[in-house]
């Protein structure tokens, strides 16, 4: 799976749209990526994934680019609640057969500041 | 729908000693991996399991084991065990056999601290 370089950590005001950054410049076709978050003491927690076209679900959006070596996690209004290490990840897409075995990284340290 | 569960939530052994955790994966859910998270190494994959085997295997010493029962529900065992082995460990959920998307869901964790 493909290397996956983040920010150690970031700020965001509340009520503010929070944009985390990854890049994974050797990213493969078929390799997704996965974005998972952390709050603090709990299991981390699925957010979305996407392999080319943008997606957007109830709790984010990712914007991936053209050349797909990078991407953005969008949280469009922080809340404090928002507050957790982010963690992206490049993953070969399922094929039915292997594991859900994840690699995660080091990941982006979010602060939302009241 | 119930979520992941893990018992006990906290555990203090002595270096030696061994322990056993244990979760319960979301009902229907037949994929049971676990992770270790250090604030060195970070997360870590452990193992996981499907249908009462072993499926995958990290990079770690034999004394860290599991297993998987006829209801889906796991156990991991460390014996011998060192100051290193204090850490948080996760178990995560996935629905089978079948691998569609890397979506996993988590349990709280049972937080070791070996003394």
């Given at each position: ?106 990941g982006t340290k979010l602060s939302?500041?009241? | ?115």
């Open positions: 799976d493909a290397k996956t370089t983040q920010p150690p950590s970031m700020d965001c005001a509340e009520g503010r749209a929070a944009n985390l950054p990854c890049n994974h410049s050797t990213i493969s076709g078929n390799e997704y990526v996965y974005w998972y978050r952390q709050i603090h003491s709990q299991g981390p927690q699925y957010i979305i994934h996407g392999l080319k076209n943008n997606e957007t679900n109830e709790m984010a959006s990712l914007i991936i680019t053209e050349d797909r070596k990078s991407s953005t996690l969008i949280l469009p209004h922080a809340t404090l609640r928002d507050t957790a290490v982010y963690y992206c990840i490049v993953r070969v897409a399922a094929s039915g057969a292997g594991s859900y075995q994840l690699t995660f990284g080091k939302v500041i009241p | 729908k119930a979520g992941v569960t893990q018992t006990p939530r906290y555990l203090i052994k002595t270096r030696g000693q061994q322990v056993t955790l244990s979760c319960s994966p979301i009902s229907g859910h037949r994929s049971v991996s676990w992770y270790q998270q250090t604030p060195g190494q970070g997360l870590q994959f452990l193992f996981e399991y499907f249908s009462e085997t072993q499926r995958n295997k990290g990079n770690f010493p034999g004394r860290f084991s599991g297993r998987q029962f006829s209801n889906s529900r796991s156990e991991m065992n460390v014996s011998t065990l060192e100051l290193g082995d204090s850490a948080l460990y996760l178990c995560a959920s996935s629905p089978g056999q079948v691998v569609t998307t890397y979506e996993q869901y988590f349990g709280p964790g049972t937080r070791l601290t070996v003394t």
